[in-house]
């Protein structure tokens, strides 16, 4: 199974565990063409493009924004049934009032049931969403829903390396999530490159 990486506004830097899990285990980042004004029709389009090329299920592994570009993707999508399930990590509350203009039109937030497994992962602490809003999010999309205590934004500044904890949870996620639609057997689990 084809692990999807969907970063956040402004992408996932070096030191953040999504492009860390790239690089060790040849996950596959869905690019966007705009990373600064971030346009949701736009980001829905482009993760469409890339499941429909995928020749089997695959797994979404979204950060931040990239949590939203999974729930408003998986509510219009034809090919929704491709995902086997998702790591939604820090979804941030986009509806704030001191949220970046920028991230204007991605409102309202989507609060449809995801028509796959998902485990949300949250913090304590994080700045872009107190935990009463992520749980007013999560409980629509049908999540499951795992804290890390206090690790901020749960991104490259939250220390967390290779993040082997997260990426257990994956495993652990796609081997008991049901098989996407016309789906051979398969894991997200990848030995590390080294």
């Known amino acids: 199974m084809r692990v999807l990486l969907l970063p956040g506004w402004l992408n996932s830097g070096p030191a953040h565990w999504q ?28 993760l469409e493009d890339v499941i429909s090329s995928q020749p089997g299920p695959v797994a979404l592994v979204a950060h931040s924004l990239g949590c939203h570009l999974a729930a408003a993707w998986s509510a219009r999508s034809p090919v929704s ?23 204007h039109r991605w409102r309202p937030i989507v609060r449809r049931p995801l028509p796959f497994a998902a485990l949300a992962v949250t913090s304590t602490d994080d700045p872009y969403c107190t935990e009463q809003r992520a749980e007013a999010m999560l409980v629509p999309w049908g999540c499951q829903c795992r804290s890390v205590g206090a690790r901020g934004h749960i991104n ?24 996407a639609a016309g789906s051979a057997a398969g894991v997200a689990r990848r030995v590390p490159k080294r």
Do not use: F, T
């Open 19 to 46: 492009s860390r899990w790239e690089a060790l285990y040849g996950d596959l980042r869905v690019d966007q063409a705009n990373w600064e004004r971030p346009v949701r029709a736009d980001w829905v389009a482009r």
């Open 81 to 103: 049934k491709r995902v086997r399930c998702a790591l939604l990590v820090a979804p941030p509350d986009i509806e704030r009032a001191d949220m970046s203009p920028d991230l």
């Open 156 to 179: 490259g500044e939250s220390g967390l390396g290779d993040w082997p904890e997260g990426r257990a949870w994956l495993d652990a996620l796609c081997a008991a999530a049901p098989e």
